[in-house]
């Protein structure tokens, strides 16, 4: 299955191997700068290339959208945790 | 020409809103599951789903107002939750600060009865081989009593510990007579029951000893699962918990029950046990992987999916007997339930995060060893010690500040294991090093093929879709967690 690096990162892909790693063991093979390709190395009873492909898009895409939603949160997110732990003495102070 | 602008052009107006960190993933086919930092979760249809993300969900939704509510995001008119977020995450890692509260001293090994999947127990009669002696106890309990924690439980353990209670004894009065003023001290004695007499109960009764008791449902699974000689276990359990209540009061008892292969089908008669016995709820614990269940095959029998079926059947039946006017609960939803519902936690080890080894458990163990939990101290019974943390001869900072149990914590912690932390259960789940170093030989564990993670995901997902679909158990399941 053929990726295209400048739609998903390699890191996306990577996860995205992890999380399907259930069903099927996915191997990366660069072919060059832009492209990359999953070989398949073991694919687990009751699925196929074609199914698995349509859902490691699905799963491309939900892992695209959850790093949109990471990166958008980041500044509240470490806000948010700084003011939660601001008044606690989980960390020392070592001013 | 229109004197009012028309709906559309008004809420682009009033679209403006700001995503506060959260996770998702699908729920089914048609539906999204949300959750954020402090447990909130919402179901959104696929659309709505993407209409959120989108920044296009108009305040005309009847979700909007549920979404805002939880604090998936603010807008003009509420940014509350920049406010209360802060709050509950710390209210939710409080428990952390206590460090660790439950010290488990395993007085003796030796057991009367001869239970095939327990892990630990030798049927001996070798009382300087296999009991805990007054040196060890007492080194363990200065260490007990460095723990920063303001509440210390001392849980007697075994084998069976009423085999050894002259140690217990010495335990509760030495515990007693060193405690700093300032800590809250209490005791819980872990047994079958089968040795209780009026003499043992009046000592726990002097000293505020709880009961915590094994039954495993009715008499032929209990007998079954608890050979001893006389084959009367179960007999002699009924007639233990009265005594003990008797002498202690009825809310001093409680009971557990191990699930085995012959549970399985008869979740409902072990459930009618519990009632029969006067018991609030039960726990329907899944069956532990380690130690001699592992070699005994016993835990291989049955996958994690028919022990799914049993609790899934069991919450059924329970929810059934609340509608009939029987309250009752079972304590492993309540335990997730606190988690999904409330900021707190009742820091139940397997489902805490970072791992509760050490910082929220260390268990004493009759040879003078030390482990991170019980789970830990069985696997060392089948000679694989590397969940121990040191000896009693150790200095306290040496045992609960070493490098290996930081490891462990640091390199488990959910939020940044692969999976787990992208995980939108996250917040409901533990990091269980133990059960992954025994199934899988590696601490973090390889969550996509762990029985624990699938096991885990199906229940939090059971426990939402019946609160989804009812109101009735929504607030059911509130009522367990109040
Ligand atoms: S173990 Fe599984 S369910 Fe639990 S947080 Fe990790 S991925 Fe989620």
Redesign the pocket.
Same mark, same amino acid.
């Given at each position: 299955m053929v990726i295209d690096l400048s739609v998903y990162s390699k890191e996306v892909v990577v996860s995205v191997l992890h999380r399907l790693s259930y069903i099927f063991t996915g191997k990366l093979v660069s072919k060059d700068k832009q492209i990359a390709e999953i070989e398949f190395v073991k694919i687990e009873n009751g699925y196929d290339k074609e199914n698995l492909e349509e859902l490691i898009v699905k799963e491309l895409n939900d892992q695209i959208l959850r790093e949109r939603i990471s990166q958008e949160t980041e500044s509240v997110r470490n806000l948010i945790l700084a003011h939660a732990f601001s008044r606690t003495n989980f960390i020392k102070d070592n001013g | 020409m229109a004197k009012f602008l028309n709906k559309e052009e008004f809420y682009k107006d009033n679209q403006k809103y700001s995503l506060l960190p959260f996770k998702f993933s699908d729920f089914d086919k048609d539906t999204k599951i949300l959750s954020n930092m402090i447990g909130e979760f919402q179901l959104l249809p696929n659309s709505t789903f993407e209409d959120f993300v989108n920044n296009n969900l108009t305040n005309d939704n009847s979700l909007y107002s549920d979404l805002r509510d939880k604090h998936f995001f603010t807008d003009t008119n509420t940014s509350v939750a920049l406010d209360l977020l802060p709050i509950k995450i710390r209210t939710k890692y409080q428990m952390l600060s206590n460090f660790t509260a439950l010290h488990i001293f395993v007085v003796s090994l030796r057991c009367e009865h001869s239970c095939p999947y327990c892990q630990v127990s030798r049927q001996s009669q070798d009382k300087n081989t296999f009991d805990m002696d007054e040196d060890k106890a007492e080194k363990a309990l200065n260490l007990v009593f460095q723990s920063p924690s303001e509440n210390i439980k001392i849980e007697f353990q075994g084998g069976e510990p009423l085999l050894n209670f002259e140690i217990v004894k010495f335990i509760v009065l030495k515990a007693i007579e060193i405690k700093p003023n300032e800590k809250n001290l209490s005791f819980v004695i872990a047994t079958n029951l089968a040795l209780i007499n009026n003499e043992i109960l009046e000592f726990c009764s002097k000293y505020n000893i709880l009961i915590s008791t094994s039954l495993d449902g009715p008499k032929d699974i209990h007998n079954k699962n608890r050979p001893r000689k006389g084959n009367n276990s179960y007999e002699k359990t009924i007639e233990g918990i009265n005594l003990s209540r008797a002498y202690l009061g009825f809310d001093s008892v409680s009971a557990l029950m191990t699930t085995t292969y012959d549970s399985l089908p008869r979740v409902e008669e072990i459930i009618d046990e519990y009632i029969k016995n006067k018991f609030s709820g039960i726990f329907l614990r899944p069956l532990s992987p380690h130690g001699f269940a592992i070699k005994t095959k016993s835990y291989s029998k049955y996958r994690f999916n028919e022990w799914l079926d049993f609790y899934k059947k069991g919450l059924d039946y329970i929810i059934n007997l609340n509608k009939n006017g029987i309250e009752f609960f079972e304590h492993f939803s309540q335990v997730i339930l606190k988690k999904m519902l409330t900021s707190d936690s009742d820091g139940y080890v397997d489902l805490m995060?970072p791992s509760g080894l050490g910082i929220a458990v260390a268990v004493y163990n009759y040879d003078g060893k030390i482990y991170a939990s019980d789970e830990g101290r069985m696997l060392a019974e089948t000679g694989d010690d590397y969940f121990c943390l040191g000896s009693v001869e150790d200095e306290y900072s040496d045992i609960f500040t070493s490098e290996k149990l930081l490891n462990v914590l640091d390199t488990t912690f959910?939020k940044s294991?692969p999976?787990?932390a992208?995980?939108?259960?996250?917040e409901?789940?533990?990091?269980?090093p133990v059960f992954h170093y025994a199934t899988q030989k590696d601490i973090v564990?390889h969550?996509?093929t762990?029985e &624990?993670?699938?096991r885990?995901?199906e229940v &939090?997902k059971y426990l939402i879709k019946l609160m989804n679909e009812s109101k009735y158990v929504e607030n059911l399941f509130r009522s367990w967690v109040r």
């Amino acid at each position: 299955m053929v990726i295209d690096l400048s739609v998903y990162s390699k890191e996306v892909v990577v996860s995205v191997l992890h999380r399907l790693s259930y069903i099927f063991t996915g191997k990366l093979v660069s072919k060059d700068k832009q492209i990359a390709e999953i070989e398949f190395v073991k694919i687990e009873n009751g699925y196929d290339k074609e199914n698995l492909e349509e859902l490691i898009v699905k799963e491309l895409n939900d892992q695209i959208l959850r790093e949109r939603i990471s990166q958008e949160t980041e500044s509240v997110r470490n806000l948010i945790l700084a003011h939660a732990f601001s008044r606690t003495n989980f960390i020392k102070d070592n001013g | 020409m229109a004197k009012f602008l028309n709906k559309e052009e008004f809420y682009k107006d009033n679209q403006k809103y700001s995503l506060l960190p959260f996770k998702f993933s699908d729920f089914d086919k048609d539906t999204k599951i949300l959750s954020n930092m402090i447990g909130e979760f919402q179901l959104l249809p696929n659309s709505t789903f993407e209409d959120f993300v989108n920044n296009n969900l108009t305040n005309d939704n009847s979700l909007y107002s549920d979404l805002r509510d939880k604090h998936f995001f603010t807008d003009t008119n509420t940014s509350v939750a920049l406010d209360l977020l802060p709050i509950k995450i710390r209210t939710k890692y409080q428990m952390l600060s206590n460090f660790t509260a439950l010290h488990i001293f395993v007085v003796s090994l030796r057991c009367e009865h001869s239970c095939p999947y327990c892990q630990v127990s030798r049927q001996s009669q070798d009382k300087n081989t296999f009991d805990m002696d007054e040196d060890k106890a007492e080194k363990a309990l200065n260490l007990v009593f460095q723990s920063p924690s303001e509440n210390i439980k001392i849980e007697f353990q075994g084998g069976e510990p009423l085999l050894n209670f002259e140690i217990v004894k010495f335990i509760v009065l030495k515990a007693i007579e060193i405690k700093p003023n300032e800590k809250n001290l209490s005791f819980v004695i872990a047994t079958n029951l089968a040795l209780i007499n009026n003499e043992i109960l009046e000592f726990c009764s002097k000293y505020n000893i709880l009961i915590s008791t094994s039954l495993d449902g009715p008499k032929d699974i209990h007998n079954k699962n608890r050979p001893r000689k006389g084959n009367n276990s179960y007999e002699k359990t009924i007639e233990g918990i009265n005594l003990s209540r008797a002498y202690l009061g009825f809310d001093s008892v409680s009971a557990l029950m191990t699930t085995t292969y012959d549970s399985l089908p008869r979740v409902e008669e072990i459930i009618d046990e519990y009632i029969k016995n006067k018991f609030s709820g039960i726990f329907l614990r899944p069956l532990s992987p380690h130690g001699f269940a592992i070699k005994t095959k016993s835990y291989s029998k049955y996958r994690f999916n028919e022990w799914l079926d049993f609790y899934k059947k069991g919450l059924d039946y329970i929810i059934n007997l609340n509608k009939n006017g029987i309250e009752f609960f079972e304590h492993f939803s309540q335990v997730i339930l606190k988690k999904m519902l409330t900021s707190d936690s009742d820091g139940y080890v397997d489902l805490m995060n970072p791992s509760g080894l050490g910082i929220a458990v260390a268990v004493y163990n009759y040879d003078g060893k030390i482990y991170a939990s019980d789970e830990g101290r069985m696997l060392a019974e089948t000679g694989d010690d590397y969940f121990c943390l040191g000896s009693v001869e150790d200095e306290y900072s040496d045992i609960f500040t070493s490098e290996k149990l930081l490891n462990v914590l640091d390199t488990t912690f959910t939020k940044s294991a692969p999976l787990c932390a992208d995980c939108v259960y996250e917040e409901y789940c533990g990091a269980d090093p133990v059960f992954h170093y025994a199934t899988q030989k590696d601490i973090v564990g390889h969550k996509p093929t762990s029985e &624990f993670c699938n096991r885990n995901i199906e229940v &939090f997902k059971y426990l939402i879709k019946l609160m989804n679909e009812s109101k009735y158990v929504e607030n059911l399941f509130r009522s367990w967690v109040r």
